[in-house]
């Protein structure tokens, strides 16, 4: 990390994605509480690169919800899927794989958190997604 951000101004895209995978490198560890500054750090860096309407900034969205939904917070979790949706579906159209893996993460929270027929609509919505591809 600290390479990068001798390279390049502390809010650099590239260093985005090392943050990005550092997050992810923690989660897959089981250390969520350890990932999270990692993961907020990514997304707010990108928000202020590229703007929250990137769609690298739809895969940090999510990676942080990942993050969150680890840690138990649904709530906080839910807000990150929507936004990755909401980011991807602009850049790529309602019609993208993007969108349909959105799509199903939203889908597993909503599960998660008891909202089942929504998760139900938003599953179907990604398989017709991915049968039409």
């Known amino acids: 990390m600290s390479i990068q951000e001798r390279a390049f101004v502390p809010v650099h895209p590239a260093i985005s994605g090392t943050l990005t995978s550092l997050s ?18 990514s997304l707010a860096v990108l928000e202020k690169t590229w703007g929250l309407r990137h769609p690298r900034a739809a895969i940090a969205a999510s990676n942080l ?13 839910r807000q990150f899927y929507e936004q ?24 597993r929270m909503l599960e998660k958190m008891g909202e089942k027929t929504a998760a139900r609509k938003l599953t179907a919505r990604a398989a017709a997604i991915e049968r039409a591809q």
Do not use: M, Q, W
Not at 65 to 77: C, H, P
Not at 84 to 107: C, F, M, Q, W
């Open 24 to 41: 992810a490198i923690l989660l897959g560890a089981g250390k969520a509480a350890e990932a999270e500054p990692f993961a907020r750090r």
């Open 65 to 77: 919800a990942d993050v969150l939904s680890r840690r138990g917070d649904s709530t906080a979790a």
């Open 84 to 107: 990755a949706l909401t980011i991807d579906e602009a850049a790529y159209g309602p019609s993208h794989p993007r969108v349909a893996t959105d799509l199903k993460n939203l889908a």
